[in-house]
């Protein structure tokens, strides 16, 4: 009932195949009215990290699993590509761009190297794949009633964290993890800039904080995160259900709270 508003015919979530982007695909499939298609992307949908996966497309037929490499432009052409066959002639109604990687290093020991691939993993790929979506999210903005911003019309979820909020600094004495902290700010702005560019075409833009989540990336450290992956999807889908034109643009967490840029 908390996600009566959510209303999706169709859904793309990258890194699907585990965490957070896992626990998100199980419960647009449990909604009592769930979305007509979800498209799980993930690296390898045949090998043995797509299992869970491929348990639950073996249940649900409007589960579709999908081959994506976020770093890899051509490959997010081929997913967009294949989205929008799938889908015929309708239109993509929310892209959630949740892959992402963290690299556990401190400030002193930060590379070129690592600089460049969580840039390239965490704000390039969302980038490219919502340029690559944007005909398949503006028909949607298109095919549906009424002008006003929202999830069930069309969509760009950016998964975001705290650890990017230059106020917060998120779990700085836990860890120094300056790369994903970058490429977090640098995916706050990009979500600015979506919103500014794409509110035209109907798509609202909203950068995400899930929460300090139970998941492999969360628990790298030594301690135990306090939200589980179906605590932090149960409140971002309600979060999800509320959006409306005031929301586009802002960085907001699991649950419906403003985080500070
Ligand atoms: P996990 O490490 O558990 O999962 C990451 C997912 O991203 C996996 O499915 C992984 O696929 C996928 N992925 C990573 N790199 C790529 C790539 N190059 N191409 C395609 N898929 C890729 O992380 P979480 O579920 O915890 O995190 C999900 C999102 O939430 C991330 O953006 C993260 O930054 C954000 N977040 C998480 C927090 C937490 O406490 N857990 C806190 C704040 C933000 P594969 O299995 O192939 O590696």
Redesign the pocket.
Known sequence: SDMAGLCVRSVLV??????????LVRQFLGMPNPPEWVFA????PKGQ?AQELQNLASRHPNLVIIP?????PA?IKAAAARVGEQLGGSGLNLLI??????KMNSLDNETLENMMQVY???TV?PLLLSQACLPLLKKAAQGSLGSALSCSKAAIIN?????GSIEEVYLWNYGHVVS?RCS?AALNMLTKCQSLGYRQHGVLCVAL????????????GSQK?P?T?DE?VQGMLKVLSSLTEKETGTFLDWEGKVVPW
């Open positions: 990258t890194g699907a195949n585990r965490g957070i982007g896992l626990g992307a993930c690296r390898d990290r994506l490499e976020v770093t890899d490959s761009n949740n892959a992402g990687i963290a390239t993993t965490n790929g998964m975001s964290s705290s650890a994903y977090k904080h899930p929460g300090w989540v139970q998941t492999d990336m969360g628990s790298a995160p939200v992956v932090s």
